[in-house]
Structures are given as C-alpha cells and as structure tokens.
C-alpha cells in the first residue's frame, strides 16, 4: 500500500469531493437533456433561450470545477488521488463546455434546421451522461466493480458510435456540396458536438484507473 493510500485509510476522508462531483455530474446530464430536447423541436426560435439556459449551466460547471480545486489548496488527505480528481473535474465541466460552444454557433451561424447526425449524436451524448453519473457515484464505494467495468465498455461503445456517425455526418455534408458555407459551418458544429463524447470517454477512463488501484 502506498503512502498516499494508507494516509486515506487512516484518517478521516473528506466525501465532500464525492458531493462535488457528482453535483457536476448531474449539471452537465442536465445540460445534456436539455440540449437534446431543444434541438429536437427543430425551431431556431427556441435556439436562443437554449444558449441562455445553457450559459447558467456552463457557469454552474465553472462554480463547481472552482470549488473543488480550492477545496484540494486546502486538503491535505483526499479521498482518490490529486492527480485522478482534478482530471474528473476538468474533464466533466469540459462536456458542459463542448455543448455550450455547439449552442453558441447554432445562433452565430443562423442555424435553422438540423441534419440528422447531430441529433444521433446527440442522443448518444445524453445516454452517455447518463452513464458517467452513474460511474461517479459509483466511486464512493466502489462496491460494485463488474458493473463498473460494463458501464465504462457502454461509454467505449457509445462514443465508438458517435464517432462513426461523425463520419457518416461529414461524408454526407461533403458529397454534393451546394454551399461552401453552410458545409463549414456544419463541418464545425459535427466536430464540436462529438468531442463531448469524447471527454465523457476521458471521465469513464478516469474512473477505470482509479478504481483499479483503489481494488
């Protein structure tokens, strides 16, 4: 057992970084539902209040990433390493920031109707949160480490999916381009949404390790 571990196990553990995280957690599945349901409606007037309603919840993301690295300046035993936490923290409030950044040029880019691959992924995006909100309350215990292990191959396995339907997005968006515009500004807005999936991807990583050398 390293120093660092039997120090966790000796003293008092400071949960309220579990509390922390998963309140980020739950922040960005929120902005994930939202994000899904409003471009759904496929009505650029609801666009928006979409990026409004958003910006409240990339701030809410901001708050918490702020409080838990102050929170680390001033612990000195954490209940999962340093390195680990701050990784999660960055790496949730990131997906809040990818879908932000896709709201804020579907207003920048006049964006009226969209194509069918963005809604696919992101589908995929909720589901995905849906899954990281369950690995990290999963780290409080860490009881149940099979179950752990699917739910990390589930992300793999939805991020994969994006990733593809990425691809076919672009292929599509290239094949007969009309409007050299509109195929930039797609292009864009394909790359922004995927890379959220991707930073899920990083966070069930992340869990992975931590929960391998805390067995």
Same mark, same amino acid.
């Given at each position: 057992?390293s120093?660092?571990a039997l120090? /966790?196990?000796l ?8 509390d922390?995280l998963e309140?980020?957690t739950?922040?960005a599945y929120?902005? =994930?539902?939202?994000f899904?349901r409003e ?7 609801r ?9 409240? %919840?990339?701030? #809410? ?7 838990i #690295?102050?929170?680390?300046? *001033?612990?000195? $035993? ?9 990784? %999660?923290?960055? =790496?949730?409030d990131?997906?809040?920031d990818?879908i932000?950044a896709?709201?804020?040029r579907?207003?920048l880019?006049?964006?009226g ?10 589908s995929?995006? !909720?589901e995905?949160a849906?899954?990281?909100?369950? %690995?990290?309350?999963s780290?409080? &215990?860490m009881?149940?480490q099979?179950?752990?292990?699917? /739910?990390i191959r /589930? $992300?793999? &396995? ?5 990733d ?5 997005? %672009? ?7 009309t409007?050299p ?10 790359e *922004? ?6 930073k899920?991807?990083?966070v ?6 931590? !929960?391998?050398r805390?067995?």
């Open positions: 057992m120093l660092n120090m /966790r196990w003293k008092p553990r400071e949960m309220v970084f579990f922390l309140a980020a739950a922040n929120q902005a =994930a539902q939202l899904d471009i759904r409606s496929n009505d650029p007037a666009f928006a209040e979409l990026r409004r309603q958003m910006k409240d %919840l990339e701030h #809410i993301g901001d708050d918490f990433t702020h409080e #690295i102050d929170r680390l300046n *001033q612990t000195f $035993v954490t209940p999962l390493e340093r390195e680990d936490i701050m990784a %999660l923290a960055h =790496a949730i990131d997906v809040v990818k932000h896709v709201c804020e579907l207003i880019y006049r964006i109707s969209v194509m069918p691959a963005f809604t696919e992924i992101s995929i995006i !909720v995905s849906g899954e990281m909100l369950f %690995l990290i309350r780290l409080r &215990t009881s149940n099979k179950e752990i292990r699917d /739910r /589930r $992300v793999h &396995t939805l991020e994969t999916k994006a593809s339907i990425y691809h076919a997005g %672009l292929a599509q968006i290239f094949e007969n381009p409007d515009i509109a195929l930039i500004k797609w292009k864009e807005l394909l *922004q949404i995927e890379e959220a999936t991707d899920i991807e990083l069930a990583k992340v869990v992975g390790s931590t !929960v391998m805390n067995a």
